[in-house]
Nanobody, 121 residues
């Protein structure tokens, strides 16, 4: 059974920073492309950033230069470093990963449960 668990959310003042973690547990053969998404109250979920197996990264224009997605030294972990946070960044942040469970299997898609980020003074 594969699980994705996010952590690192919380309350921060405008201009502050947070680092979110997405850790995958279970029997994993390949931890593929990972994306961070967010959903603010009353809004649709939107893609924020993603990182491929090879380390290629992409960002929502609104977070470019402020957020950095990276793979951790710990196996099957991805981080989202968020700097210069704004009130409009307030949302539940969730990670999404494409994972192969074994060498013969194709990629399957998994979601974490989300972590709340609140930017407010």
């Amino acid at each position: 059974q594969v699980q994705l668990v996010e952590s690192g959310g919380g309350l921060v003042q405008p201009g502050g920073s947070l680092r979110l973690s997405c850790a995958a547990s279970g029997s994993i053969f390949t931890f593929g492309t990972v994306g961070w998404y967010r959903q603010a109250p009353g809004k649709q979920r939107e893609w924020v950033a993603s990182i491929s197996n090879g380390g290629n990264t992409n960002y929502l224009d609104d977070v470019k230069g402020r957020f950095t997605i990276s793979r951790g030294n710990a196996k099957n972990t991805v981080y989202l470093q968020m700097n210069s946070l704004k009130p409009e960044d307030t949302a539940v942040y969730s990670c999404n990963a494409w994972i192969r469970l074994n060498e013969q299997a194709g990629y399957r898609n998994f979601w974490g449960q989300g972590t709340q980020v609140t930017v407010s003074s």
